[in-house]
């Protein structure tokens, strides 16, 4: 079964890059997941839409983790700041990964 995972960040345009490398360490390990972003004003809407399996935050809009966690009906974490400096689509993968698991 397809895993859903969204990432959001302040305007949905620098977790851009990161989902695309999560996307080829997954096609690389072979998981079943659908990946995508959006802006963090847009986060309720899209899980609505998207229902996903969880929801990762970019550090930057980590202020907001406690309203997100009153408003959608998955997991949701804050990507580390490392991994997301550093574009670790990997590493991020993994994260999403062990919170559906």
């Known amino acids: ?21 999560m996307i080829k360490a997954a096609k690389k390990e072979e998981l ?3 990946i995508f972003t959006t802006a963090s004003s847009a986060i309720p809407h899209e899980a609505a ?3 996903p ?3 990762l935050l970019g550090p930057q809009i980590k202020f907001l983790f406690d309203n997100i966690v009153k408003e959608v009906n998955a997991p949701v974490e804050v990507i580390n700041m490392k991994d ?3 574009m670790n689509g990997e590493n991020v993968l993994h ?3 062990s919170l559906i698991e």
Do not use: E
Not at 1 to 21: E, F, H, Q
């Open 1 to 21: 079964m397809t895993k859903t995972i969204m990432l959001a960040c302040a305007g949905g345009m620098s977790s851009s890059l990161l989902v695309t490398k």
């Open 32 to 34: 079943d997941v659908n």
């Open 49 to 51: 839409v998207h229902h």
């Open 53 to 55: 399996s969880v929801i």
């Open 84 to 86: 997301y400096g550093t």
């Open 95 to 97: 994260q999403a990964m």
